[in-house]
T-cell receptor, first 111, second 113 residues
């Protein structure tokens, strides 16, 4: 699975959009980009995933660059409850569902 | 649906003691996983079970054994606990048909003295 690079921490004002970057310059054509988050001491929670196209769900949007070497997770209106560690994970599809977690980005949403 | 449940929530062991961490899911998922998370680190995969009756090693399997008891339950055993196994242990499950997300339990916080 490709390696990812994320900033260790970011701040965001409540109500503003939070844009979390992830670099995955060695991504292969069959690898997906996944985002999970972990609110303090809880188990990780799936947010969104994508292969090539931008994706949106009720939680967030995922923007993947055309060359697929980087992506951005967007929380459109961050709340205090969005304070968490966000993990960007790249892995192949198919029946291998193992996830490799890095250290992620600690997003702090400030009032 | 309870989702993924883990027992116990907390445990303190002495070096050399053994214990089994229990995990159960009620989502009829085929795949189940055990991860550990050390302070300030991401999760690391210990073992996984792609389907009932199969288990495979992950990134850090040494010192652990697993049993996929049935489709619902996947246990993790520490035969002789060591201080290096002090960690938070998370169980997760997923399914081929949905395939895209792993559902995690609340974790077991284990301290080995």
């Amino acid at each position: 699975d490709a390696k990812t690079t994320q900033p260790p921490s970011m701040d965001c004002a409540e109500g503003r959009a939070a844009n979390l970057p992830c670099n995955h310059s060695t991504i292969s054509g069959n690898e997906y980009v996944y985002w999970y988050r972990q609110i303090h001491s809880q188990g990780p929670q799936y947010i969104i995933h994508g292969l090539k196209n931008n994706e949106t769900n009720e939680m967030a949007s995922l923007i993947i660059t055309e060359d697929r070497k980087s992506s951005t997770l967007i929380l459109p209106h961050a709340t205090l409850r969005d304070t968490a560690v966000y993990y960007c994970i790249v892995r192949v599809g198919g029946s291998n569902y193992k996830l490799t977690f890095g250290k992620g980005t600690l997003l702090t949403v400030n009032p | 649906n309870a989702g993924v449940t883990q027992t116990p929530k907390f445990q303190v062991l002495k070096t050399g003691q053994s214990m089994t961490l229990q995990c159960a899911q009620d989502m009829n998922h085929n795949s189940m996983y055990w991860y550990r998370q050390d302070p300030g680190m991401g999760l690391r995969l210990i073992y996984y079970s792609a389907s009932e009756g199969t288990t495979d090693k992950g990134e850090v399997p040494n010192g652990y054994n697993v049993s996929r008891l049935n489709k619902r339950e996947f246990s993790l055993r520490l035969e002789s606990a060591a201080p290096s196994q002090t960690s938070v242990y998370f169980c997760a499950s997923s399914d081929r048909t949905t395939g895209n997300e792993q559902f995690f339990g609340p974790g077991t916080r284990l301290t080995v003295l």
